[in-house]
């Protein structure tokens, strides 16, 4: 399959792993969270995050009111729709607005199957899986009346469908951050970059016009940043001229299919007769590889975000490394669910997406970089930053496509 797919395909596309979804991992997520329904509401342009992975292809947001209704049931899960219009195939209708009100249709839903846990989409930890509105909250609750007091928190299934990742969608993603690979590395080119002309900035505009072109419109703007011998780093601004000998890094990110990339990788513009670029500046994307791999191995261990990130840091220490570790799930949003693995400022421990464990099945950016001193350039520190996405199956990592570990070089 070839990505960008066809706006019809990938709708198409869409309804198949929505139905997958809802017949093979929703199933194991209610009773993981030890709920018999769960409701989800949301209105137009009002969304709760969750809706993303609940409507069908041909549908971009909710429409009115659209409440969805899922209930427990021997054979897996009831799917409803409790909405004024139908919600493609996978959702059964159960509201005619000339019968009753929205709300009545809600609480005799509910009432037909007398649940004693009904989970709602609020959360203190996750804003993923915080969706319901103040109103929404309200009105909800007067609408089931005597079953108000049955309602929980459903924070473990809005957590877990969004960053539970169907084989065929991890096959998407392989193929997804191997096209975003490819716009870097023309990116990286003299097609592209024009020593003593081009800026960072005029390097991320391309990038963020080449994935509008090409219909993966990117998810943030992207950047371009520089580092050169003789200046702190940092101090280069992104609108500078680039010059022979600059390391430059990019950070960039596409969408598709509704899912989403995250990507850095790093390139060295070759001064007048150069053919490769200096060894310390080689040895150093190898330090940030090898960073990778002791990360990658925390992740194939598995636990919380938080154990993972102190044992990452921990192995670094060991290895003589000095490293940073920032991963964070991506999947159907950019920053998405799950746990939390470090943040830039915050190399210690994420109090609560941090205490939130790794499962299979999952996607993530391997977000980290680490800082070596370039003999060439007088021992000066640079920042090799790499991002890379990963997938997690059955305790194994794999890297999506493939990682950066050779430096772009730009004549």
Known sequence: MTHPLPLRAQADLLDSWLQQRLDTVLPALLDRAGLDTWIVVAREYHEDPVLRALLPGSWLSARRRTILVFHRIPSGVACLAVAPYPVGTAYEPVWDPQEEPQWAALHRTVAAHDPNRIGINVS???ALADGMSSTE??????ALREYADRVVPAEAVAIGLLETRLPAEIETA????ALAHQVIAAAFSPDVVVPGHTTGLDVAWWIQQRFHDIGVPPWFLSTVDIQRRGAELGDVPDDAVIERGDLLHCDVGLTSARLHTDTQQNAYVLEA???AAP???VAALAVGNRMQDLAVAEFARGGTGNEILGRARAAAADAGIDAAVYSHPVGLHGHAAGPTIGMWDNQVSVPGSGDYPLYDDTIYALEL????PIPEWNDQRVRMALEQGIAVTEGRVDYLDRRQQELHLIP
């Open 174 to 177: 392989h193929e997804l951050n």
């Open 124 to 126: 203190a930890t996750f």
């Open 137 to 142: 909250h309200r009105l909800t609750l007067e």
């Open 279 to 281: 060894a310390g500046l």
């Open 273 to 275: 007769g150069e053919s």
């Open 369 to 372: 970089c680490t800082y070596s």
